[in-house]
Structure formats: structure tokens, C-alpha cells
């Protein structure tokens, strides 16, 4: 089955205790990328990969850093998470060239929050 | 200016009625468009592109007005299970999802 699987689905963390959220996809897709949603804002874009060791900012990459060294997996990583990183986030893949055809494939979505 | 914006809604429908969904983009030459549907919690996935030409798949029809740059999307007889919010997509690029802009949503809740 296709699919985006991301862990852990729920976190509840301190300010500055660094964590990791991990991203995967089985279905060999160049493209991947971290969203964040939060009320009245809709999805933003945190950071994106168009392919292994290739990645870019989205529009919200303060406070967020990612690596992709294997095609099929794009953490996220907080290093030093802070309450306003509090939020909804999904990893979403795609092929490498999309257009009117093409689909978005978005994980379950983890919910963190910072204390 | 968002670059898309939609009502939020919600619009409470009866179960059979016929709603609409207005989105506007504010980027002239975006090139793809796109309808997904998040319900409650969950992850987005993806309703349905919508064409230049205007498309149908099944009770939703989509539609792109490049001239006034709006997108809507219509479903007829509406069943319980359309309950969620719907949200318009924009790629501004065209080839390349790297810059999707997403509306904030619009909710929709069908009353039996």
C-alpha cells in the first residue's frame, strides 16, 4: 500500500529538549516535503526536498532544520523547540515533477506540543 | 494579500442539497489547482485537480475562472459522508510542487 508514515503521531515536550520527527514513503518519490498547520493559517511549508541531499526552505523554516540522506526518508528535526513551534505537522511526498495530474500523498500528521 | 483565500465557513447543509465553494488565488500566472479534503484531525488527500476546461467527477464539479482568478468546487446531493473541510490549492509554478499555497479551508457539515 502507498503510503506516508510519520512518528511518533503525538508528542508533548519541554522548551529547548531537542527532538526528531520521522518521515517515510514507500512509493520512490523524489519530492518530499514538512508542513505545518495551525489554525486560521491553513498548511505552510516548512522545508522541502526535491531529491537525496538536495533540500530548500519553505516559507516558515525558522526554528527547523531537515536532512534527506536516503530517498525515502525526510526528518524533521527541532533542535531547541519552542511554544510557538506548537502545532500540527505533515510530511507529504510527491513526484519529482508534479502538475495538474499529480498527487500530494500527506502523512497522518503529528501533533506536538511545547511546553 | 493571502496568495489563496477562502470563506471558512462553515456551511451547514441539509443531506441533498447542492453547495458551492468559492476560492480566489491572487497569482495570475499560477498554472495548477487542486480541491483536497481533510477531515477532522486527519491528513489532507487530494478530491480532485481542476482543469481549465472544468471537470466532474461524480456529485463534485470543479471549476477555474481565470479572467476573474477563482476556483469553485460544487457538490450536489450531498451525503453525511461529505462532512469535512475542503481545502483550494494553488500552485503558482505550475510543474514542480515545491510552492503550493494552500486556502485556510472551508468547513462543511451536512445535517441529516
Known amino acids: 500500500e502507498a503510503q506516508v508514515t510519520q512518528n511518533p503521531r503525538y508528542l508533548i515536550t519541554v522548551t529547548g529538549k531537542k527532538l526528531t520527527v520521522t518521515c517515510s514513503q514507500n512509493?520512490?518519490?523524489?519530492?518530499m516535503s514538512w508542513y505545518r498547520q495551525d489554525p486560521g493559517l491553513g498548511l505552510r511549508q516548512i522545508y522541502y526536498s526535491m531529491n537525496v541531499e538536495v533540500t530548500d526552505k519553505g516559507d516558515v523554516p525558522e526554528g527547523y532544520k531537515v536532512s534527506r540522506k536516503e530517498k525515502r526518508n525526510f526528518p524533521l528535526i527541532l533542535e531547541s523547540p519552542s511554544p510557538n513551534q506548537t502545532s500540527l505537522y505533515f510530511c507529504?511526498?510527491?513526484?519529482?515533477?508534479?502538475?495538474?495530474?499529480?498527487?500530494?500523498?500527506f502523512g497522518p500528521g503529528t501533533r506536538l506540543t511545547v511546553l | 494579500r493571502k496568495e489563496v483565500e477562502q470563506d471558512p465557513g462553515p456551511f451547514n447543509v441539509p443531506e441533498g442539497a447542492t453547495v458551492a465553494f468559492n476560492c480566489t488565488y491572487s497569482?495570475?500566472?499560477?498554472?495548477?489547482f487542486f480541491w483536497y479534503r481533510q477531515d477532522c484531525r486527519k491528513e489532507p488527500k487530494l478530491l480532485m485537480s481542476?482543469?481549465?476546461s472544468g471537470n466532474e467527477d461524480g456529485r463534485f464539479t470543479a471549476q477555474l475562472n481565470r479572467a476573474s482568478q477563482y476556483i469553485s468546487l460544487l457538490i450536489r446531493d450531498s451525503k453525511l459522508s461529505d462532512s469535512a473541510t475542503y481545502l483550494c490549492?494553488?500552485?503558482?509554478?505550475?510543474?514542480?510542487?515545491?510552492?503550493?499555497?494552500f486556502g485556510t479551508g472551508t468547513r462543511l457539515t451536512v445535517i441529516p
Open positions: 507529504a511526498s510527491t513526484s519529482a515533477f508534479g502538475g495538474p495530474t499529480d498527487t500530494q500523498y
Open positions: 497569482n495570475s500566472a499560477s498554472q495548477s
Open positions: 481542476v482543469y481549465s
Open positions: 490549492v494553488v500552485n503558482p509554478l505550475g510543474a514542480g510542487a515545491n510552492n503550493l499555497f
Open positions: 512509493m520512490n518519490h523524489e519530492y
